[in-house]
């Protein structure tokens, strides 16, 4: 599943032929949502922002469109009505006077006015973007150490979209190998240091995950990583999919394991409980 970088470029790549242009025609292939079509044609888009893993196409008339690609969603911008060659089934279709922007096999998709918008289920339950500018590592750490999520391990916790909205799998995982920190602590067993850390990690790594389409190791490593011929899947993680290689610190190899049913890689020295 897509995590919060890369909703957030697709959300760039959306407004760079999106905002401040009209929409010549509007279609869904969902048929509950057939009825806006009308309402939205003709309109300009406004804004397009995300919310973790939701991205919300905003028009002037006061609605938005809500998306969430789950597993499978994608989006596609092409030249107007050139459509990929895909077997996927096409929800939205949004055409400017010269490009069009496709959304294919998402199912989790709305068209709300502002009142729905501040009722929609996952937006009131999420917590800030982990790539919002009101978000810092002091604010980070003051949400490990706050009541409602403190005594929940972390392992758990990278995964709550109502703590940090935006975080997934891997950066589950980088986020707390670069932390130092063990899967299963819960920030009340932190000390102070390792809580900063934390918050410093999380910001370091969301944002590098943005700036690089999803990579996370450190750009001197990429470098030399490149440099002896590894190609991108081999250099883009510290530790997420390697389990049995060596750990890029300490050398120890990296462990696997499922927590919250999902995958989660580990160095057992430098993440040592």
Not at 170 to 175: A, F, K, P
């Amino acid at each position: 599943m897509p995590e919060g970088p890369e909703i957030r470029r697709e959300a760039d790549r959306l407004a760079k032929v999106l905002v401040d242009e009209r929409l010549e025609d509007v279609s869904f292939g969902l048929p509950r949502l057939v009825q806006y079509e009308s309402r939205l044609a003709g309109c300009t888009v406004s804004a397009i922002d995300t919310r973790g893993k939701a991205l919300l196409t905003r028009f002037d008339n006061g609605l938005t469109l809500y998306s969430h690609n789950q597993l499978y969603g994608r989006w596609y911008v092409c030249q107007r009505d050139g459509y990929p060659d895909t077997g996927r089934s096409l929800r939205v279709a949004l055409h400017t006077a010269t490009h069009s922007a496709l959304l294919y096999s998402a199912s989790d998709i709305e068209v709300l006015d502002e009142d729905e918008l501040a009722q929609q289920p996952f937006l009131r339950r999420a917590g800030p973007d982990l790539l919002s500018e009101d978000l810092s590592a002091k604010a980070v750490a003051e949400r490990l150490r706050g009541s409602r999520f403190r005594r929940r391990a972390l392992q758990a916790l990278y995964l709550d979209q109502s703590f940090i909205a935006g975080v997934g799998n891997y950066l589950r995982s980088e986020i707390l190998f670069h932390a130092r920190v063990a899967p299963g602590a819960s920030p009340q067993k932190l000390d102070d240091t390792a809580i900063a850390r934390l918050g410093r990690s999380t910001m370091i790594i969301g944002r590098r995950a943005y700036r690089t389409a999803g990579i996370t190791n450190p750009p001197s490593r990429v470098r030399a990583l490149k440099a002896q011929g590894y190609k991108r899947a081999d250099y883009r993680f510290a530790v997420f999919a390697r389990e049995d290689r060596p750990c890029y610190r300490c050398g120890s190899l990296i462990r696997r394991t499922t927590a919250s049913s999902r995958r989660l890689y580990w160095c057992p020295v430098c993440q040592a409980p």
